[in-house]
């Protein structure tokens, strides 16, 4: 039994706007284990960042509660946190756009260029620790990001669709990289993604959500070892969980709306 590191138990969240309450989640449970690489995939709209914004404990839910298991360091969060867009500062080079979440955080400069270099050739950033954002490829811009993101060396890493802005190929290659870096780091992640493929190339188990409000419709588990490699997207045990995603997604969507 692998040890639980999130436990989010029955969550609702809902907004009071000018045209009176609305719900966004309803009701999701989840688990995620030490170690472990989960992903939530759902239609657009249907409350995924509302989801991670809780997670991140930028926002409490409604009623339900979320608990954090393992230990973190005195007045840190317990998660980092990377977003769609990069945000990395163009005056910044490679290695202080990497160590800034840390120093934001309180290291001090030095110490965080220290332990961003320890991590450049896992991040196959090596050589380019002086170079300027503007000389880095979509690809490599996001691996800086995610650099930021692992460095700060907290319990979870919540990753809000990484990879949306790469061109296909780009995209796949990180997909194959991410996977075994997450096994090799041994990081718990929390990936919120569109893609279907991705989510069930890279995950231990798939969470689908609804239409807003979102609700858990269906739980995927993915008992393949990681890493995986692409032999993998051959597998009867692959094709069958993205045919069948892609109907939940599509055609349950389709008929959510049809009912509304
Ligand atoms: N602070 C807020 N006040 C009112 N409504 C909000 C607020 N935050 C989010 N919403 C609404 O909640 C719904 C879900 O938004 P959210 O951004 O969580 O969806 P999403 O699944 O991440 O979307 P996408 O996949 O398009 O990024 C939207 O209808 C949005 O307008």
Same mark, same amino acid.
């Not at 194959?176 to 090799?184: K, R």
């Given at each position: 039994?692998?040890?639980?590191?999130?436990? !989010?138990?029955?969550?609702?969240?809902?907004?009071?706007?000018r045209r009176g309450t609305i719900?966004?989640?309803?009701?999701?449970? &989840?688990?995620?284990?030490? /170690?472990?690489?989960?992903?939530?995939?759902?239609?657009?709209?249907?409350?995924?960042?509302?989801?991670?914004?809780? *997670?991140? +404990?930028? &926002? $409490?839910?409604?009623? /339900?509660?979320?608990?954090? &298991?393992?230990?973190?360091?005195?007045?840190?969060?317990?998660?980092?946190?990377?977003?769609?867009?990069?945000?990395?500062?163009?005056?910044?080079? #490679?290695?202080?756009?990497?160590?800034? /979440?840390? #120093? *934001?955080?309180?290291? $001090?400069?030095? +110490?965080?260029?220290?332990?961003?270099?320890? *991590?450049?050739?896992?991040? $196959?950033?090596?050589?380019?620790?002086?170079?300027?954002?503007?000389?880095?490829?979509?690809?490599?811009?996001?691996?800086?990001?995610?650099?930021?993101?692992?460095?700060?060396?907290?319990?979870?890493?919540?990753?809000?669709?990484?990879?949306?802005?790469?061109?296909?190929?780009? $995209?796949?290659?990180?997909?194959?990289?991410?996977?075994?870096?997450? !096994?090799?780091? /041994?990081?718990?992640? #929390?990936?919120?993604?569109?893609?279907?493929?991705?989510?069930?190339?890279?995950?231990?188990?798939?969470?689908? &959500?609804?239409?807003?409000?979102?609700?858990?419709?269906? #739980? *995927?588990?993915?008992?393949?070892?990681?890493?995986?490699?692409?032999?993998?997207?051959?597998?009867?045990?692959?094709?069958?969980?993205?045919?069948?995603?892609?109907?939940?997604?599509?055609?349950?969507?389709?008929?959510?709306?049809?009912?509304?």
């Open positions: 039994m692998i040890e639980p590191l999130l436990v !989010v138990d029955g969550i609702s969240k809902s907004f009071s706007t719900s966004v989640i309803d009701e999701i449970s &989840l688990q995620v284990g030490t /170690g472990e690489f989960v992903s939530v995939i759902g239609p657009s709209g249907s409350g995924k960042s509302t989801l991670f914004n809780i *997670l991140a +404990e930028q &926002l $409490r839910p409604t009623s /339900g509660s979320v608990r954090f &298991l393992g230990s973190r360091q005195p007045k840190t969060p317990f998660s980092a946190y990377m977003p769609q867009k990069d945000l990395l500062m163009p005056w910044l080079t #490679v290695e202080d756009n990497a160590a800034l /979440g840390l #120093v *934001l955080g309180g290291t $001090r400069k030095r +110490e965080a260029r220290d332990r961003v270099r320890q *991590l450049l050739s896992t991040f $196959r950033l090596e050589g380019r620790e002086k170079a300027y954002p503007f000389e880095l490829s979509g690809g490599m811009r996001q691996r800086v990001a995610l650099m930021r993101t692992v460095v700060q060396q907290r319990p979870l890493l919540l990753l809000d669709e990484p990879f949306g802005a790469l061109d296909y190929l780009t $995209r796949t290659e990180l997909q194959f990289w991410l996977s075994e870096l997450s !096994v090799e780091q /041994g990081l718990t992640v #929390v990936l919120i993604t569109h893609d279907v493929p991705e989510a069930l190339f890279l995950s231990d188990r798939v969470y689908v &959500l609804s239409d807003r409000p979102a609700r858990v419709q269906m #739980v *995927l588990e993915q008992p393949a070892p990681r890493p995986r490699d692409l032999s993998y997207l051959e597998t009867e045990a692959f094709t069958h969980d993205e045919r069948l995603l892609l109907a939940e997604l599509t055609h349950g969507g389709l008929r959510q709306k049809a009912t509304q």
